[in-house]
């Protein structure tokens, strides 16, 4: 997690826009088990990750992200 803010964080201070070959679907699936693991160490890394980089990502991949994080999960 900390590779990817760093990558971010300094192509948004360098003016570069997002890169188009992100693998948004890789990160999803990251996200979705970092979700649904509930440690206590990760879920608040994860939400750190997300704070510090959330307003980098392009407008769509933020509304994926907000819908991921805030989706009830039903427990059967």
């Known amino acids: 997690m900390d590779v990817t803010v760093k990558l971010l964080s300094t192509l948004n201070k360098k003016g570069s826009v ?5 693998d948004f679907s890789f ?3 990251g996200l979705d ?3 649904d693991y509930q440690h206590s160490i ?3 890394k994860l939400l750190w990750m997300i704070y ?3 307003h980098v990502f392009p407008l769509h991949e933020q509304y994926v ?3 991921k994080l805030l989706s009830e999960k039903v427990v059967s």
């Open 65 to 67: 992200i907000t819908k």
């Open 18 to 22: 997002f890169p188009s070959n992100f």
């Open 52 to 54: 510090k980089v959330f």
């Open 33 to 35: 088990f970092l979700i």
């Open 27 to 29: 990160f999803y699936k």
């Open 42 to 44: 990760s879920t608040p």
